[in-house]
């Protein structure tokens, strides 16, 4: 009963983000799709948050460094309680409240971000204030594939690995597709696992959409004392949707009236 509260609250994050990419004419949904899972586990399992108090000093920061697919976290803070559903409703719209790159003036969001390889290097430095302070809170950083194309991130999973930031978890949306195609033919991250755990990582891999798997990988951290921790989900771009499903047009793609309703339809057993 427990996995299906937490897919259930996954599939209303997938609706939402339909919802909010048509009404507003962007893009983006498969990137939104591929990560509503891990997002439904963090916040409803393993982060130590308060919607009522977003700011409590101990509380547990998570970075959305793939900052493009944020109205998947802001579907997510708003069926917790951190504002009102009513604000989706104004994503990407003029003088609405929810931009279209994820930003910090929305309650529950710690950090703006847009520009890919970005994440890392803001979560690796609040991991090393927080270990300097004594502190017990820890960093979460979701990050996309293609963010793993950029020397930013490199350099800060180096500097987490070597000084041993076990207060940092570093998740990848491990979907395999960007904005212009196969993640294998724009910069081929593998072994990946093994480049990391050569920078001083400890590695878990996962299913990114079994919420049972994330779960159990997400409550046993770190994954080793003493080191950071990746957890490499391997996901689907633009799950639940079956057209959307593993075709990197979706980064960008736009929703028509009809495409919107077949996608619903999919994603509530109509």
């Not at 930031?165 to 491990?174: A, E, R, S, T």
């Not at 996962?206 to 003493?226: F, M, Q, R, S």
């Not at 490499?232 to 980064?251: C, L, P, Q, R």
């Amino acid at each position: 009963m427990k996995e299906d509260e937490l897919r259930e609250l996954a599939r209303k994050v997938r609706i939402h983000c339909l919802k909010m990419v048509h009404r507003g004419k962007s893009g983006h949904i498969g990137s939104m799709l591929s990560m509503a899972d891990i997002l439904s586990v963090l916040y409803k399992r393993i982060l130590k948050i308060d919607p009522g108090n977003p700011k409590m000093p101990e509380r547990d920061r998570l970075i959305l460094s793939k900052g493009h697919g944020g109205a998947a976290l802001y579907a997510t803070l708003a069926e917790l309680d951190f504002f009102p559903k009513e604000w989706l409703e104004t994503y990407y719209l003029d003088n609405g409240k929810l931009s279209g790159h994820i930003s910090h003036h929305i309650p529950g969001v710690e950090f703006s971000t847009g520009s890919l390889g970005h994440g890392m290097p803001v979560a690796t430095g609040m991991a090393l204030a927080g270990k300097q302070a004594a502190k017990k809170h820890r960093i979460f950083c979701l990050v996309s594939d293609g963010d793993c194309n950029a020397g930013s991130t490199w350099e800060a999973i180096m500097l987490a690995g070597q000084h041993g930031f076990d207060n940092l978890v570093m998740i990848v949306d491990y979907n395999r597709l960007q904005a212009l195609g196969k993640s294998q033919d724009v910069i081929n991250l593998e072994p990946f696992d093994k480049k990391l755990e050569l920078f001083g990582w400890a590695v878990k891999t996962v299913n990114g959409h079994d919420c049972g798997d994330i779960e159990n990988a997400l409550k046993n951290l770190p994954v080793e004392k003493g080191k950071p921790s990746a957890i490499i989900a391997h996901t689907v771009k633009g799950k639940g949707v079956s057209f959307m499903e593993n075709d990197y047009k979706w980064h960008y793609g736009g929703l028509t009236d009809e495409l919107l309703q077949k996608a619903l339809n999919e994603l509530k057993g109509a």
